[in-house]
């Protein structure tokens, strides 16, 4: 009966198993191939110099041995857990939170104020959505030039008395940076997202409240942000990935530099790539680890969401 069943669906919808028969090899290729190979090679102690590698015209084989959950307990438990998973977990969580809350604050802000009926809306529009529409490489690397000991940022705090820090010296003013450009180059977003729903949401019930005598922060309140609701949880979801898993803005400004700076996927790239010999276990640990991070906030957000659905 169900090898019946199965026949029977087939002939049905085979035009929708052939369209979507693309799409579903290609994924695995590209995405289901290297991620179980990735997880593969965290249960073995592969590196530089014990994988499959060609020299001129000579092929060495791989002499990589099967050690199972080692690289996982090295990182959790291990001598150096602190200073390489958990230290870099607690900066990670800090980074995250802070530059959401601050891409939602200052994104709802200016949507806000680009939803009011203002002169020359559109201009404001262009200009506020630039640093996102600059490519990712320019807005960092003109940073750095900005706070760098010499650049203009340093310059104007000189001008005005107040200290220089050290934006690319010193840990706690690296991780500070970092905080300024990612906010720099993910409120746009979060500005576009957040007016789009703005304007979604029905004058009709701005004027009722205000006909009950609703001040501005109430109208704000009760009629503004539960109409943002929707909008709010994806947009706050997707920062909250984007950001944990921001590769480049970390590694453009700082480079293999900045230990303290560094994030887990950054981390997980040094281990792999920027260092000798390069441990391709441990990076490859550290990549599901984020995923398995990722894939459990993900599940409790959502079951967070849907509970206050049912409250409401």
């Given amino acids: 009966r169900p090898v019946q069943r199965v026949r029977d669906t087939y002939r049905r919808y085979w035009y929708a198993y052939a369209m979507v028969a693309p799409v579903v090899i290609v994924l695995g290729v590209l995405v289901g ?22 020299i001129g015209v000579n092929t060495i084989d791989a002499t990589y041995k099967f050690i199972g959950l080692d690289n996982y307990a090295e990182i959790l438990w291990g001598p150096s857990a602190y200073d390489r998973f958990w230290s870099h977990f607690v900066w990670t969580i800090v980074w995250t939170v802070t530059c959401v809350v601050l891409h939602y604050a200052i994104g709802l802000g200016l949507a806000l104020l680009l939803n009011q009926r203002l002169r020359g809306r559109v201009a404001y529009r262009l200009l506020l959505i630039l640093p996102w529409a600059v490519p990712t490489f320019v ?24 200290v ?8 706690t003013w690296q991780r500070t940076a970092a905080i300024m450009v990612n906010t720099w180059c993910g409120v746009p977003f979060m500005m576009l997202s957040l007016l789009g729903g703005l304007q979604s949401i029905d004058e009709n019930l701005y004027e009722a409240a205000e006909i009950d005598g609703a001040n501005a922060w109430q109208r704000f309140r009760h009629v503004t942000l539960p ?7 994806t947009v706050v979801l997707l920062g909250v990935i984007w950001t944990f898993n921001q590769f480049a803005i970390i590694f453009l400004l700082f480079g293999n530099t900045a230990p303290d700076a560094q994030i887990l996927v950054t981390w997980a790239y040094r281990l792999g790539f920027g260092q000798q010999p390069r441990d391709f276990a441990m990076s490859a640990a550290y990549g599901v680890l984020l995923l398995a991070i990722l894939i459990v906030f993900t599940s409790f957000y959502y079951r967070w969401l849907k509970r206050n659905d049912q409250l409401a």
Avoid: H, K
């Fill in 164 to 171: 220089e820090p050290q934006w690319l010296e010193d840990p």
């Fill in 139 to 162: 807005t960092v690397f003109a940073w750095r030039i900005m706070l760098a000991d010499a650049g203009v940022i340093n310059s104007m705090l000189n001008t005005i008395g107040l």
């Fill in 33 to 54: 191939y290297p991620l179980l190979r990735g997880f593969y090679l965290t249960l073995t102690d592969a590196n530089s110099l014990n994988s499959a590698r060609t």
């Fill in 227 to 233: 109409g943002l609701s929707s909008v709010s949880s």
